[in-house]
C-alpha cells in the first residue's frame, strides 16, 4: 500500500514544482552563473512548498466537503480518515519549514529580494484553499499557479544566481506558468461534478465542461506559441524551438478530455500534463543552454 504522506503529497503533481527550477537554472548556466549548491537548495524548497500546498489542499477539501465519496481521482488522506487534520497541520508546517530552511541559505546566498518571494509564495500556498478567502474556490487557481509556478517560481529561480532576470528566465517562466494551469485545469475537469456540489467555484465549474476543454486546448496552444514566437523575435535562443516536440504528445491528451468524463481516463490526463510540462522543461532547458 502506497504510504499515506507519499499519497497526500499527490507525486505526479510534484513535476510542476522542479519543471519551473530547470528552466531558471539553465538560463544561468547559459550566462555561466550557475552553481550546485543553489540548484539543489532551491529545488529541494520548490518540492517543500508544493507538498505544502498539496497537503493544505487535501486539509481544507476535506473540512469544505470538497472531497467525497463521490470524488473521482486518487484517495484524500484527511477526508478518508488516513491522516488526522491535526497529523496534517503538523505536515504542513514541517514542510513550510523545509522550505523556509532552505530559504535562509537563499537569502543569505542571493539577498532580502528572495526573502519576499518566499514570504509571498507561502502566503499565496496557505491562502489557496484556506483563510477567510480561499480564492482556489473562487476561480482563481489558474491564476495562482500561473504567477507562482510559472513566473515567480523559473524568475525567482534565475535571480538566485546573480540577482538578474534574462529574457529566456521571464519568457520561460510564462511556458511553465501555461502548463502548470493546463495540469490545475485537467484536475478541475476531473473534479468538475463533485466541485459544484461542494460550491467549489473553480474555472470549470464556472464556466461548464465544454469551455473548460476550450480553455484546456488554448492554454497547451500559449504555452507553445510562446516558444515559438520567443525564439522567432530573441527572446529565448532560436534552439528552444526544440522544446515544440512537446505539441504531438499534447494532442492525445486535448482527444481524451474531448471524448469522455470518465474517471480514470481523466486521471490519465492529469498524470499526462503534468509529464508533458516536465518534458517541455528539459527540452527548454536544453535550447536555452546550447
Not at 482563481?140 to 525567482?156: C, Q, R, S
Request: proline share 5%; hydrophobic share 55%.
Amino acid at each position: 500500500m502506497t504510504n499515506k504522506w507519499v499519497l497526500a503529497a499527490r507525486p505526479p503533481t510534484l513535476l510542476t514544482g522542479v519543471a519551473p527550477v530547470l528552466v531558471g537554472s539553465a538560463s544561468a548556466f547559459r550566462d555561466s552563473v550557475a552553481a550546485l549548491v543553489p540548484f539543489v537548495v532551491i529545488l529541494v524548497s520548490a518540492l517543500a512548498i508544493q507538498i505544502g500546498v498539496n497537503f493544505a489542499n487535501d486539509l481544507a477539501d476535506a473540512h469544505k466537503g470538497a472531497d467525497t465519496e463521490a470524488r473521482i481521482g486518487p484517495m484524500r488522506t484527511v477526508s478518508s480518515g488516513l491522516i488526522r487534520p491535526a497529523e496534517m497541520k503538523l505536515g504542513i508546517a514541517v514542510a513550510f519549514g523545509v522550505a523556509g530552511i532552505g530559504g535562509v541559505y537563499l537569502i543569505w546566498y542571493a539577498g532580502w529580494v528572495i526573502a519576499a518571494i518566499g514570504i509571498i509564495s507561502i502566503i499565496a500556498a496557505l491562502g489557496y484553499t484556506n483563510g477567510p478567502i480561499p480564492y482556489g474556490y473562487y476561480g482563481l487557481g489558474e491564476v495562482f499557479v500561473f504567477v507562482f509556478f510559472g513566473l515567480v517560481a523559473t524568475a525567482g529561480t534565475r535571480y538566485v544566481y546573480d540577482m538578474t532576470v534574462p529574457s529566456a528566465a521571464w519568457t520561460g517562466g510564462i511556458v511553465m506558468g501555461f502548463l502548470a494551469a493546463a495540469v490545475l485545469e485537467a484536475n478541475n475537469i476531473r473534479d468538475l461534478d463533485t466541485d459544484r456540489e461542494a460550491k467549489k467555484w473553480t474555472i470549470a465549474v464556472l464556466v461548464g465542461r465544454g469551455n473548460a476543454r476550450k480553455l484546456f486546448v488554448v492554454t497547451l496552444f500559449l504555452a507553445y506559441f510562446t516558444i515559438l514566437f520567443g525564439s522567432m523575435v530573441g527572446l529565448l535562443p532560436p534552439m528552444c524551438v526544440i522544446a515544440l516536440v512537446g505539441v504531438p504528445l499534447g494532442i492525445p491528451l486535448v482527444e481524451t478530455v474531448y471524448k469522455t468524463t470518465d474517471g480514470p481516463e481523466l486521471i490519465s490526463v492529469l498524470k499526462g500534463t503534468a509529464l508533458l510540462q516536465f518534458l517541455t522543461a528539459v527540452m527548454l532547458s536544453l535550447g536555452i543552454m546550447f
